[in-house]
């Protein structure tokens, strides 16, 4: 009988197949699974001890999803870890008295370095997939050089508990033409249908630091495997977490009214902080309420918004093209499923159009 080591080796070779292995019968299902867990678990202890007085870990599992680029596809293999942010108040928490551990009001910043396996990095267009791959024909052997070293980093601005929390989301109708002409090649149909390459391209971009209020339950994904290749888990390492203060601006406090600011670039002119603030921010001169927007038929129509949330105002800027900003506010506490959330979003992207 197959020792769960023994299938995460054969994993690490060909991970590609992480969805099949797992097919195969209820017994692989449970070894692929279990291998995973062992070979992780010096990972998460780490973890664990590097962020107790942080973050509280609760459980961990690990996910795969399909993914495209370049109008390939491929899959990736995360492992998730879940945690919860603890509550330190100011006058309750013994770390109140020393600031180098309050994350409270703080940004919290949680990384690990990592390096991918030398098969991985040896991977080229005529290399199969497998994590060891073999090049057919004739080679020309190149020297060894040492693997890359990449750092990953997670960053939270915390907040006290039960605070109302923003988040902006930007969408580019433009790009999002561009992409859907990427998508329509008969490689990416023959695996995707309509709905699933709208929904796809579909997503916006959205804040790259959020406020997570103390309490919540958030999960860290630490990837395993990608269209690059197998990550070495032998190399993952944590940092010790790290706290800084975070900017006061937020998206409905920011205003670009010519203030001098300390810019690095100063060829694009991007004045705000891109981890809190859009940056569309710095590239609109002004915002002017919708209903001064001269071609009133190209605007959207926002009641499929109001069952889930209350429209605050909707700014509009510019003259021969359109950009817009609409401030929405959740209606109740709680969580939207995924299926509506879909169904919300796909239904409506023909609006949007």
């Known amino acids: 009988m197959l020792e769960p080591r023994i299938v995460m080796t054969i994993l690490e070779y060909d991970m590609t197949n992480f969805r099949k292995f797992l ?24 973890f664990v001890n590097k962020y107790y007085e942080h973050l509280f870990f609760k459980k961990s599992y690990t996910n795969s999803s399909i993914m495209y680029f370049g109008g390939k ?38 990384s690990f370095r990592y390096k991918f396996t030398n098969g991985s990095q040896n991977m080229g267009s005529n290399v199969n997939k ?20 990449y750092c990953a980093d997670y960053k939270m601005d915390v907040v006290k508990q ?38 796809l391209i579909n997503r ?21 495997f990608n269209m690059q290749g197998m990550v070495d888990i032998d ?15 937020n998206v409905l406090t920011y205003s670009n009214d010519g203030k001098q600011r300390d810019v690095k670039d100063r060829v694009l002119k991007i004045f705000c902080d891109t981890n809190r603030v859009c940056e569309l921010e710095d590239s609109v001169v002004e915002w002017y309420d919708s209903k001064y927007f001269q071609r009133q038929h190209e605007l959207m129509d926002l009641s499929f918004f109001r069952p889930l949330f209350q429209v605050n105002s909707y700014m509009c800027a510019g003259v021969d093209g359109l950009i817009s900003k609409i401030h929405l506010v959740a209606t109740q506490e709680g969580k939207y499923s995924r299926s509506h959330l879909q169904t919300f979003f796909f239904t409506n992207w023909f609006k949007l159009i």
């Open 23 to 46: 097919r195969l019968s209820p017994n692989w299902h449970h070894l692929v699974l279990e291998g995973i867990n062992e070979r992780m678990n010096k990972v998460e202890v780490d």
């Open 130 to 149: 497998q994590q060891g791959g073999v090049q057919g024909g004739m080679s020309i052997q190149k020297p060894k050089r040492p693997p890359t070293e």
């Open 204 to 224: 916006p971009y959205i804040q790259p630091i959020n406020q997570i209020c103390q309490g919540d339950t958030i999960e860290v994904a630490l990837n395993l």
């Open 235 to 249: 190399s993952i390492e944590w940092f010790p977490p790290v706290l800084t203060k975070p900017t006061k601006d």
């Open 73 to 110: 596809r491929g899959i990736r293999v995360d492992r998730i870890l879940v945690c919860e942010i603890l509550d330190q108040r100011e006058s309750l928490s013994p770390l109140s008295k020393s600031p180098a551990n309050y994350h409270l009001n703080n940004c919290l910043k949680a």
């Open 162 to 199: 039960d605070h109302s929390r923003i988040l902006w989301m930007h969408k580019d109708e433009q790009e999002q033409q561009q992409q859907l002409k990427q998508f329509e090649s008969p490689y990416t149909t023959k695996f995707m249908d309509s709905q699933q390459i709208y929904q």
